[in-house]
Each structure stands twice: as C-alpha cells, then as structure tokens.
C-alpha cells in the first residue's frame, strides 16, 4: 500500500529537518531510543501553521516526523486506531485504514485518513474528548462552556462555569482545557471568573481557575493561565502557563506542587510511563508581557522554547526533547499513540486525499 507523505522524513535522529515553511526540527539524541522503547508515536498540533505532527521511528533507527495539513489545528483525542481533532469551524474523525500486518510505504505502522468532519462553525474549539458512549465532548472556548457536536446545530452546551451568567460568542474567562474521569468530564481550566467580552485578557497574571465539573465547584483560583488539566495515576496535573511550571494539585484542597519548570508557553500535555509530555510555544510579540514566565526564564539565563519535552515525573528532569526553530512559534495539544511504532497521517487538503480509497471486507 502506497500513500505518498508530504514530507520527507530525516535520515538520522538528530539531524535538523526543514518544515514547508523553513522551520527546523532538532532532538535530543535517544529521543528516537524512548520512543521505541515506550512502544508510542507521539502526535503534536500547531494551530498557527495548521499543522498536525506526527512523529515515531523508522525502521533503520532514525526519527520519522510526518506533517499533516490541517486548518486551525488545536486539541486531540488519540488513540491507537482513531484520532479526534478539533480545528477551525470542525473536529474531525480520523481512523487508521491498514489492517494488522499492513504498512504505507513499506515503514508506517498506521496511516490515519479522516473519516468524518462535523461542522461546528468557529466556536475556537479548544481540547477534546470523547465519552465511552462515543459522544465528543468539547471545550467551546468563545461561549464559555463545554459542548458536544449537534447534527442540526452547530453545537449543544452542556455544562457551563458557575460564573458564566449568559452563552454568548465573548470568550469571556477563556476557558480551555478538560480532564476526563471514568469518561465523564471532571476537570477544566479557564483564564479568570470574567463574565464579561474578553474580560480575561486583564486578568492573566493571577487568577487562574481550575474547576470541580461534578461538584460546580472552583478548587483553586490561586494558577496564571492554567491549560490541560489531566489526571494520571489518579493525580491531578495541569500546566500553570503563565508560570512555566507543571504542577500536581491537591484535589481537595486545590494547593498546587511544582513539577517541573519548562522554558515556554505551556499548552498541551500527556501521559506515559510515568512521563509527563508537553508542548511549549514562544511568546506571542507582547501578549504575555508582565507574566511570571519572563521572570523565571531570565532568572535561569533561558530562552523560550517551541518544541515538545519529556519529563520523568519521579524527578521533574526533562528526559528527551523536540525542538522547532524559525517560523512555528506556537503548539497546542499534543497525544500519545499507544503501540505505534512510525505514523502517516493523510490530510483533508492533500493532492492525495480523494485518491486514498480502501475498502472494507464484506459481511
């Protein structure tokens, strides 16, 4: 089965590889090592360039990362043979069309085509998840709830912050992440308590809200634009963005522990083996002026960092990396994909797509 990437892969682990639009992609040397050894691909969204990346190991050793054209790219839900992505005005359903044995080009593993695309309007989806009944579950970021997709409408709410007192197109606390338990929604985190049109935009630097869904209850308000709120080894984690820190918090009385400091924008975060893995993004010209991030960074002589990092969670070390230079400056979510060794996605906007046709066996 022949599926032609738009992409080349890199021929050795650490050799910078040029993206479509002149960016570099470096990694740390056994990046390629933990992967393998993990039995996980990793997959990577950046929004600004509208590029999903998916990255693994090819057969001879070497890092595979394949691009995947996507408008908007922002939150994921993945798994081994299906992936959920939320991007501009739709979330899309992808599902690896090869069958056990079968490998595109001879290397990948899996090959992910998109299936299904449910128009949501732009409602600035953020993260995504998806309940064991199948129904999607999505942060609605610019009305401020969380939301599933309609077959009529645009979007059904289903749950909204205490504060909010009205569902309207303002983004008005900036509300972006959300942690599943026992599939259901249990977790998210928002900017600031405004309930008013943008109004968290003011409030960045302190403020930061992570709220109990169950309980309609806010268990600390104490973060600096908290994202990705997760739960691992029933432990709470989310990334306190506007700090530069993961953080584990105490889910009765919301006090938050420093993990570990990653020099970025933290948005997106992943569990595997008791790893924790990130996504940072570059400041965004003055937007994130005044937060505690410039502070940190200049207090450890760093500069910010787009790209993904490994952390062992047992010592808050950053264990292996992934590194864009040049004109991606900004990533969003990021997922695991359990038991796949090199990944191949088609993208919606490829010459290829119409021509990607498999068929399934008959009854």
């Keep these: 089965m022949?599926?032609?990437?738009?992409?080349?892969?890199?021929?050795?682990?650490?050799?910078?590889?040029?993206?479509?639009?002149?960016?570099?992609i470096s990694?740390?040397?056994?990046?390629?090592?933990w992967l393998a050894n993990n039995g996980a691909g990793i997959v990577f969204t950046s929004y600004q360039s509208g590029i999903v990346y998916f990255v693994g190991v090819q057969p001879n050793g070497g890092l595979s990362i394949h691009q995947t054209g996507f408008p908007r790219a922002m939150g994921l839900c993945a798994q081994r043979q299906r992936i959920y992505l939320a991007s501009h005005a739709q979330i899309w359903?992808?599902?690896?069309?090869?069958?056990?044995?079968?490998f595109a080009n001879n290397q990948y593993d899996v090959c992910y085509v998109?299936?299904?695309?449910?128009?949501?309007?732009?409602?600035?989806a953020h993260e995504i998840a998806v309940e064991p009944s199948g129904r999607i579950i999505f942060v609605n970021t610019s009305y401020s709830c969380l939301a599933t997709v309609d077959p009529i409408h645009g979007f059904k709410?289903?749950?909204?912050?205490?504060?909010?007192?009205?569902?309207?197109?303002?983004?008005?606390?900036?509300?972006n992440g959300l942690a599943m338990e026992n599939g259901e929604a249990r977790y998210v985190t928002a900017v600031s308590r405004s309930d008013s049109v943008s109004g968290w935009r003011d409030r960045r630097g302190e403020g930061g809200v992570l709220i109990d869904v169950q309980q309609d209850r806010v268990l600390t308000d104490k973060l600096s634009m908290p994202h990705s709120p997760r739960l691992h080894n029933n432990q709470l984690y989310a990334l306190n963005s506007g700090r530069g820190h993961l953080v584990r918090i105490d889910r009765q009385t919301g006090a938050a522990e420093e993990v570990a400091f990653l020099p970025g924008f933290v948005r997106g975060l992943a569990f595997h083996n008791n790893h924790a893995i990130a996504t940072l993004s570059l400041p965004r010209d003055q937007s994130f002026a005044g937060l505690e991030l410039e502070d940190e960074l200049q207090k450890r002589d760093a500069d910010p960092w787009c790209g993904v990092q490994i952390i062992d969670l047992a010592t808050g070390n950053v264990v292996e990396w992934l590194r864009l230079d040049g004109e991606i400056r900004e990533l969003f979510d990021v997922a695991v994909l359990p038991d796949v060794r090199c990944p191949l996605a088609v993208s919606p906007l490829a010459p290829e797509f119409a021509g990607t046709v498999t068929m399934a066996d008959p009854d």
């Design 157 to 175: 709410p289903l749950w909204q912050p205490p504060f909010i007192t009205k569902l309207a197109p303002e983004d008005r606390c900036h509300l």
């Design 114 to 124: 998109p299936r299904n695309a449910q128009t949501t309007g732009d409602v600035d």
């Design 93 to 102: 359903r992808m599902e690896n069309m090869l069958r056990e044995g079968e």
């Design 2 to 24: 022949t599926v032609d990437p738009e992409t080349p892969d890199p021929q050795s682990p650490n050799e910078p590889q040029a993206a479509p639009t002149g960016t570099q």
């Design 27 to 33: 990694c740390s040397r056994n990046l390629p090592g």
